[in-house]
Antibody
Framework: QVQLQESGPGLVKPSETLSLTCTVSGDSISNYYWTWIRQPAGKGLEWIGRIYTTGSTNRNPSLKSRVTMSVDTSKRQFSLKLSSVTAADTAVYYC?????????????WGQGTTVTVSS | DIQMTQSPSSLSASVGDRVTITCRASQSISYYLNWYQQKPGEIPNLLIYAASSLQSGVPSRFSGSGSETDFTLTISSLQPEDFATYYCQQSYNTPWTFGQGTKVEIK
């Protein structure tokens, strides 16, 4: 079955750029939306944005100017960059697949990667 | 942005109880409503999509209902493994938004 795995630095300095990659295995990356969600410790879920395999993106306006997403179908990877990070960006970051049936539920999730913003 | 409001924020219940969690959207979202379960230290798991469709592999004691602005997640007979936090999420418009979560605890 399809599996997702996030990778990237666990520690990022304030004002620098957080970079994460999600690798898809077990299924095609094509013809799906792929999405990023984050969750600060002890808090709820926040949607960061989504990318289609054509490269089309939608980003959360609360983060929009700092978020860049990309996809590399040949590597079965999609990526997130979040610039000018602060301590408020410390969270577990998840990548997820968006089901293309029904109501676009996020049906497959990566295990999550903890990113801490600290000097 | 569409605001999603869940109630209650937490509840205590016993094994075998019927549990109902509600989710209200700040505007109509048709049936574009999903429910997730997240156990402590685990990743979210899609339970219900399109307001009332059971995701593959999810036990039939979970059900969803509603449309437009008012939605409900029901657990017909609470099991020990159901103690978790539940989130609703709208996918009608971007930015997709989540409810604040409902924590189901053991009474």
């Amino acid at each position: 079955q399809v599996q997702l795995q996030e990778s990237g630095p666990g520690l990022v300095k304030p004002s620098e750029t957080l970079s994460l990659t999600c690798t898809v295995s077990g299924d095609s990356i094509s013809n799906y939306y792929w999405t990023w969600i984050r969750q600060p410790a002890g808090k709820g879920l926040e949607w960061i944005g989504r990318i289609y395999t054509t490269g089309s993106t939608n980003r959360n306006p609360s983060l929009k100017s700092r978020v860049t997403m990309s996809v590399d179908t040949s590597k079965r990877q999609f990526s997130l960059k979040l610039s000018s990070v602060t301590a408020a960006d410390t969270a577990v970051y998840y990548c997820a697949r968006v089901s293309m049936t029904g109501s676009f539920g996020m049906d497959v999730w990566g295990q999550g990667t903890t990113v801490t913003v600290s000097s | 942005d569409i605001q999603m409001t869940q109630s209650p924020s937490s509840l205590s219940a016993s094994v075998g109880d019927r549990v109902t969690i509600t989710c209200r959207a700040s505007q109509s979202i048709s049936y574009y409503l999903n429910w997730y379960q997240q156990k402590p230290g685990e990743i979210p798991n899609l339970l219900i999509y399109a307001a009332s469709s059971l995701q593959s592999g999810v036990p039939s004691r979970f059900s969803g209902s509603g449309s437009e602005t008012d939605f409900t997640l029901t657990i017909s007979s609470l099991q020990p493994e159901d103690f978790a936090t539940y989130y609703c999420q709208q996918s009608y418009n971007t930015p997709w938004t989540f409810g604040q979560g409902t924590k189901v605890e053991i009474k």
